[in-house]
């Protein structure tokens, strides 16, 4: 299937320090979306990388994205507990569907 | 797992119109949400509907111009009001189905809406 997978599929750390989740896909994409999801919330969009761009930036936010590899990867620098939530990746391939992971649960400890 | 039937799949509408689109789940759920996600773009969170109370609505998005009612555990609908062109969209509905390791969300197929 399409559908992405994220890893690790729970992560716990401190705040200050850094998160990184992978993202992996198994069919070309028109561009790669990662999801935040607080516990009894919605999915919000965090940022959007296309498929011709390598690295974005948002905030403490940084995705890279390695088309040869599929895979993709989300890091939350110099965490706080606000961080605590679901990440989820997503791949468009630009057929006005999105195919979401299973989602990474992180915990980030006071 | 959730299986999510919306009506309409789609439509086109004149602008002043509204148009309301429902959400029907095969089993019951506490919370439902909408989203938007316009061509090309990313999905966008509307509200988060919870039956028995108001749906709670993200920034930039109000209750006037998208009321929704949550009359059940299985159902929902949104209403798009007095409709522009710039609301040409999909509208989906979700479902979460909280899991231990996982929190997964199950989407309705889309309602494509076409504002001429």
């Known amino acids: 299937s399409q559908q992405g997978e994220e890893d690790p599929q729970a992560l716990s750390i401190q705040e200050g320090e850094n998160a990184t989740m992978n993202c992996s896909y198994k069919?070309?994409?028109?561009?790669l979306q990662w999801y935040r999801q607080n516990s009894g919330r919605g999915l919000v969009h965090l940022i959007l990388?296309?498929?011709?761009?390598r690295e974005k930036h948002s905030g403490r936010l940084r995705v890279t994205l390695d088309t040869s590899k599929k895979s993709s990867s989300l890091l939350i620098t110099a965490s706080r507990a606000a961080d605590t939530a679901s990440y989820f990746c997503?791949?468009?391939?630009?057929?006005?569907?999105?195919?979401f992971g299973t989602g990474t649960r992180l915990t980030v400890i006071p | 797992s959730a299986v999510i039937s919306q009506k309409p799949s789609r439509d086109i509408c004149q602008r002043g119109t509204s148009l309301t689109i429902q959400c029907q789940v095969d089993?019951?759920?506490?919370?439902m949400f909408w989203y938007r996600q316009q061509p090309g773009q990313s999905l966008t969170l509307i509200a988060t509907?919870?039956?028995?109370?108001?749906?709670?609505?993200e920034s930039g998005f109000v209750i006037d111009k998208f009321p929704i009612s949550r009359p059940n555990l299985t159902f929902s609908t949104l209403t798009v009001s007095n409709m522009s062109p710039e609301d040409s969209s999909i509208y989906l509905c979700?479902?979460?189905?909280?899991?231990?390791?996982?929190?997964?969300?199950?989407f309705g197929p889309g309602t494509r809406l076409t504002v001429l």
């Open positions: 979700s479902v979460d189905d909280r899991g231990f390791f996982t929190d997964t969300q199950y």
């Open positions: 069919t070309s994409i028109n561009n």
């Open positions: 990388i296309r498929s011709n761009e």
């Open positions: 997503a791949t468009d391939n630009g057929a006005n569907n999105l195919f």
């Open positions: 089993s019951q759920v506490t919370m």
């Open positions: 509907a919870n039956q028995g109370s108001e749906a709670t609505y």
